[in-house]
């Protein structure tokens, strides 16, 4: 790996931690550019014109090149790698769990870590604060599925780690931070032991 | 490719439509099974139990195993064909754009059509009502940055059809029904098009 690999974040995000988790498992060296989301300065011309044009981070930056979305730059950090599996059934289930991550947990999971843990609940607009309710419901629903899931299998997909446990990880194990009662999933917080205790693990504020 | 292929699926449904063209665009034969969403035939113990835990479609069946998730089923069927670059970035570079679709694309522009076209402005919840203005705005938001990526463009990643475009065309071309005016994007019209002359192509009501 010869280029330059720059990860464009704001740390204590569950997206920016996958790639770093990733990257760690992998022993892949990364260079990190810290931006403050709530002083929106993912939001500026530069960052709009040079970075990502959608506005979010994380990105990941590859020589010249930029690569946003969390789970695309995990897929490229793990090209090749005993992260991805090479059996095209598990291949697509891999993604299917990214998908599902990206689609119904991390919009009730991580916005109510977001909301309540960082901009702080009186701080929230009337729409946000309606949308409460419907995000805790998704949210526990999103949690009811995994535990399921996992009661009988140590990994998401086949017989050990991958990108869909990363993906999931990233928010799952902060989801208390929410207000999620992950006392109430205990096939997931075996799960979370056996994720923290992969070799090259890295914890969210390292 | 020996084991049977079985859609389960709402066929007005863009996620749905995505399996159907590639599919199509590949010339792989799928058995098709209808369930109607709004009569929550999805819901049922039977397929909560035996198709998908989390009751949503599509879901696609290969020989006795169920893949849920629109995006995984297209990665699935087009694993090692030419609708999935093989370059590292460009691989990575479409997940984006399909994980893009997944998180900012389908729950706007696609939530929109099925409120308004589907169930009807007159049946909404408040709730529902009151996120219209949000809907719309994040739905402009991701047409305007797809518009803008194709300017100089013919397809999202590289020089030839991917599964970006198919996931991204599914709901964009029938963008109309749930009120957004396609006619503010020329880009994409023109992208519309060439995906529409794709050989094998398949319209959403086929």
């Known amino acids: 790996m010869s280029e330059r690999l720059q990860l464009h974040e704001y740390s204590p995000s569950g997206n920016c931690y996958k790639i770093r988790l990733t990257a760690a498992l992998l022993g892949i060296p990364l260079e990190r550019h810290e931006y403050d989301i709530l002083k929106s300065e993912t939001r500026t011309p530069a960052f709009l014109t040079e970075v990502n044009a959608n506005g979010r981070i994380p990105v990941i930056q590859i020589g010249d090149r930029f690569l946003p979305e969390s789970n695309a730059a995990c897929a490229w950090l793990a ?36 909301w309540l843990a960082m901009i702080g609940e009186a701080a929230l607009s009337d729409s946000q604060r309606t949308q409460i309710p419907i995000k805790r419901a998704g949210g ?35 989801a208390g931070e929410g207000g999620f009662d992950l ?16 070799p090259g693990y890295l914890a969210i504020t390292a």
Do not use: C, K
């Open 140 to 174: 526990e629903a999103a949690l009811g599925l995994m535990d399921e899931h996992l009661t009988d299998r140590a990994f998401f997909v086949g017989e050990s780690l991958t990108l869909a446990d990363i993906a999931l990880y990233a928010y799952t194990h902060v």
């Open 79 to 114: 090209h090749g790698s005993r992260l991805i599996p090479s059996d095209r059934f598990d291949q697509a289930d891999m993604l299917r769990w990214m998908f599902f991550e990206q689609y119904n947990h991390e919009p009730n999971v991580a916005t109510l870590r977001f």
């Open 183 to 198: 006392g109430a999933y205990p096939a997931i917080g075996r799960w979370l032991a056996r994720v923290a205790a992969e």
